[in-house]
Each structure stands twice: as structure tokens, then as C-alpha cells.
């Protein structure tokens, strides 16, 4: 016996049912993937923040070695201002969030910011 009548949205039907006996669609959906916006976290110069500080910074909340955290903290130094890193908002908010709290708490004036990239 064929089934019954099912209307043009194919109600009670399954996704790859077209209504008719013996017949099936079958759909594919595309995956679409999007890249995150990326926003970079830089460290800023100042006069009293002790260098190694700054290095211990840099090892501690950017995961860098030592030669890598003095040269970006000779970099800042030098320039006034360096790159620590290159993260989601989240990830860059948290850093700058961690960093000026650590800065705050050992009465250091280091400044810790986020652009986007
Ligand atoms: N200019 C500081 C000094 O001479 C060192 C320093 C480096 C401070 C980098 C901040 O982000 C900074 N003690």
C-alpha cells in the first residue's frame, strides 16, 4: 500500500524523505568555518618598572624563554612599546587582565594593552 499523502514541507517525514515511495534526497551541509578576529597584546615602556620585572612578566603570562623575554622587553625598552603575543579577544582580555594585576600588586607602573590586529 503507498503511504499517505504528506504535503510540500513533507510533514512528518525525515530529512531525506521526499514523500514518494522508494526516493530520498540526500543533503549535504557545508561547513564553514571562520577565522577569529586576532588582537595582538603589547607592552608598554615606562620609567620604574625593574627590567626583570618585566622579563618575569613575560615568561610567566606570555610562556616565553628567557632570551625571548629579554629581547622583548629590551625591544620595549628601546621603542616604547612591543608585541607579546597574538590571541583571541578573550585570551588577549585575560593576559592584559593578568598582567596589570601582577604590575598593581608589586606597585609597578607597567602598562599592558590590546589592539586589534
Ligand atoms: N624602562 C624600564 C627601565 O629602564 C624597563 C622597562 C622595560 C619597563 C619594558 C617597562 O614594558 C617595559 N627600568
Known amino acids: 500500500m503507498p503511504p499517505l499523502a504528506v504535503g510540500p514541507q513533507n510533514p512528518g517525514g525525515d530529512?531525506?524523505?521526499d514523500g514518494r515511495s522508494g526516493t530520498a534526497i540526500i543533503s549535504k551541509t557545508k561547513t564553514r568555518t571562520k577565522r577569529p578576529n586576532l588582537y595582538r597584546v603589547l607592552l608598554l615602556?615606562?620609567?620604574y618598572t625593574p627590567m626583570e620585572f618585566v622579563v618575569h612578566v613575560l615568561e610567566r603570562f606570555?610562556?616565553?624563554n628567557r632570551e625571548d623575554a629579554t629581547r622583548?622587553?629590551?625591544h620595549v625598552h628601546q621603542n616604547g612599546v612591543?608585541?607579546?603575543g597574538v590571541f583571541t579577544y578573550?585570551?588577549?582580555e585575560t593576559k592584559?587582565?593578568?598582567v596589570?594585576?601582577?604590575a598593581r600588586k608589586h606597585q609597578h607602573p607597567l602598562q599592558c594593552v590590546m589592539e586589534k590586529n
Open 45 to 47: 615602556n615606562d620609567d
Open 72 to 74: 622583548i622587553m629590551l
Open 90 to 92: 578573550e585570551v588577549a
Open 15 to 17: 530529512d531525506n524523505d
Open 96 to 98: 592584559v587582565t593578568q
Open 82 to 84: 612591543g608585541e607579546c
Open 100 to 102: 596589570m594585576d601582577f
Open 62 to 64: 606570555f610562556n616565553k
